[in-house]
């Protein structure tokens, strides 16, 4: 299955240039729309902190109100430990001087005493004289014998407004507990109410909340109701837990006006650390992210315009650029397929232009080359041709005179063995017929000369025999009397039964008799051969197959003797391998092959191959 990579390099240059610039601009494209998200989300970031830094801001400011209002308690205190009170007219008069010169925080102010219990207010509560202020105002506040005590913010149950209480010891100049002053801080009131509001308006961010640790609603910007619960109390309650500031983006799990549940509000929150108050400003996430959701978008957009004109402009660039490299390679292409006759037309200049004049010059320079190539492969074949034909001439005249040599070599032979068999053999016969005469003419009366008379007989008829074998070896009469098998027969009961080896003869596909130069060669290469088993092999048997295919004729000698290595014996000098080298050359004289397998200790197998449709 081909890879991608392999797909790739069947593509063209022009598509995978295409693709290098497509996949380049769009990494690129990648790149600028995330660094674009991180600046937006960096955006983010720094407007969560902002909504952050504005809530304790505000929370600041509420603080400092806070402890102003503490100091004013504890200055008040201060001058009634010091001047002391005579009667609650004084009381009175000198609470209604503080409220309107000293503690104008304070919605009203109250002495109690060490038991909590309340012996004058202004302006006047309702609540009797005696009485427990907390239980009255339905709060549970431990007063602390020094320091400020600061009860938890609740609803007035008077005037429904959201207000906290704040008390501070009274001590006698004998530093006995006298009692404390204490007084109420509205929280819904003016100076709140401009800290929630400038908050809102700085931010841009829809409203303020005052909340109480339970994550209900003291006061805020959008009218809520005293002691209702936020719209986010799961996250306020969290919040104040935590005890610190933090941003975050929270679902609406109570309807607002306008507002659904789930809906998403981007809350800063900061606890006071001067009363159990928390501040906390947001408004919908929608509203505010959707400068930044504009920037995004508006990111993407000119990123998209611009990459894409970019990326546009450099494929026209590129196809402007590959067009000539095209012809050049078209061009290039023809030139490979031996189209060396067209010139090339490239009329771009710079580094092209160079390229298809050197490419020109090429085209030339081969065409010239190819020219004289032709001119001297033309006269290379003629002599080639002339020479060739020499050689077959020289080839041809060495196997005539090679058939006309062993030709003189069998008539001589032939020649030969008709002296030898009328003249010395003659002469044996005459020889042997004189000393029968003689041993009928001494008779039994010389048994000495008889006796000689018989070895010489003897001798006599031992010459015959091998005169016999000498007239066979030169020309058998078998073979032109009976044939090849016969006269295989014949050599191998001759040359290989003295030496007792073993003979088998196979044959198949021979009915007739082959033409005489092929019995003749056959019969020669065969005589060579068992006579080299018989002097140098060590065998004990010899098989010759005789094989008439429809093509070629084979005969096929093997032995079992202990082989040699043909190769060695060709380059031991002159003089050895004379009789393989003359099996071969006869077997050439009738166009056949000569194959000789032998290996040390294997035996060997002699193989003649000779093509029929030459003898037919």
Not at 241 to 266: C, D, K, M, Q
Not at 541 to 551: C, Q, S
Request: aromatic share 4%.
């Amino acid at each position: 299955m081909m890879g991608w990579g392999g797909l790739i390099q069947r593509l063209g240059l022009w598509p995978r240039l295409a693709l290098s610039l497509s996949l380049g601009f769009l990494a690129l494209f990648l790149v600028f729309s995330t660094l674009g998200e991180r600046a937006v989300q960096e955006s983010i970031a720094r407007l969560l902190e902002e909504r952050q830094l504005l809530a304790e801001m505000a929370a600041g400011e509420l603080e400092d109100l806070f402890v102003h209002a503490v100091e004013e308690l504890r200055q008040l205190s201060q001058e009634l430990s010091s001047q002391g009170i005579e009667n609650e007219a004084q009381l009175a008069a000198r609470f209604a001087m503080a409220h309107e010169q000293g503690a104008p925080e304070f919605t009203g102010l109250v002495l109690l005493d060490p038991d909590g219990r309340l012996q004058t207010a202004y302006p006047q509560e309702g609540f009797p004289t005696g009485s427990s202020l907390f239980k009255n105002l339905g709060i549970d506040l431990p007063l602390k014998a020094e320091g400020p005590s600061v009860s938890r913010p609740f609803c007035h149950p008077t005037s429904k407004a959201p207000v906290i209480f704040l008390a501070m010891p009274l001590e006698r100049l004998n530093g006995k507990r006298w009692g404390f002053v204490g007084g109420l801080i509205r929280l819904d009131g003016t100076r709140i109410q401009q800290v929630l509001q400038r908050s809102a308006r700085l931010g841009r961010i829809g409203h303020a909340l005052l909340l109480d640790p339970q994550g209900d609603v003291m006061a805020s910007t959008l009218q809520i109701p005293c002691g209702s619960p936020g719209e986010h109390a799961r996250f306020y309650r969290q919040a104040f837990a935590e005890g610190r500031a933090r941003v975050s983006i929270v679902p609406v799990e109570f309807g607002l006006p306008g507002e659904s549940p789930g809906h998403l509000h981007v809350m800063a929150f900061a606890p006071l650390h001067s009363a159990p108050l928390a501040i906390a400003i947001g408004g919908d996430l929608d509203t505010i992210s959707a400068p930044i959701n504009r920037l995004r978008w508006g990111l993407a957009l000119v990123g998209l315009l611009a990459l894409g004109g970019i990326w546009g402009a450099s494929l026209v660039g590129a196809r402007m650029l590959v067009r000539p490299v095209h012809r050049l390679t078209q061009a290039a292409q023809r030139i490979a397929d031996g189209d060396l006759s067209t010139p090339l037309q490239v009329p771009e200049g710079g580094e092209i232009g160079a390229m298809a004049e050197a490419l020109e010059r090429m085209r030339l320079r081969l065409l010239e080359n190819i020219q004289e190539l032709a001119r001297w492969s033309e006269t290379l074949e003629i002599r080639v041709a002339e020479r060739t034909e020499a050689l077959r001439q020289q080839e041809a005249l060495t196997r005539q005179l090679l058939r006309r040599l062993l030709t003189a070599q069998e008539e001589e032979r032939a020649r030969l063995a008709r002296e030898l068999h009328d003249e010395a053999g003659q002469v044996l016969t005459a020889v042997r017929l004189g000393l029968d005469r003689l041993a009928k003419i001494l008779g039994e009366a010389n048994p000495w000369a008889q006796e000689q008379l018989q070895q010489t007989r003897e001798l006599v008829t031992q010459a015959m025999e091998d005169l016999r074998r000498v007239i066979s070896a030169l020309r058998p009469g078998v073979l032109d009397q009976l044939g090849l098998i016969p006269a295989l027969r014949g050599v191998a009961e001759t040359l290989l039964g003295p030496q007792g080896i073993l003979l088998t003869l196979e044959t198949e596909g021979i009915t007739e008799r082959l033409p005489g130069e092929v019995e003749l060669i056959l019969f020669r290469i065969a005589q060579e051969a068992m006579h080299n088993v018989a002097r140098h092999s060590q065998a004990t048997h010899v098989w010759i197959r005789l094989t008439r295919g429809e093509k070629e004729l084979i005969m096929e000698i093997q032995d079992n003797g202990r082989g040699f290595d043909p190769m060695a014996v060709t380059a031991e000098g002159p003089g050895r391998g004379l009789g393989l080298a003359g099996m071969r050359e006869r077997a050439t004289l009738i166009g056949g092959q000569l194959e000789i397998h032998s290996r040390p200790g294997q035996g060997t197998t002699i193989r003649v191959r000779i093509p029929l449709h030459l003898h037919s």
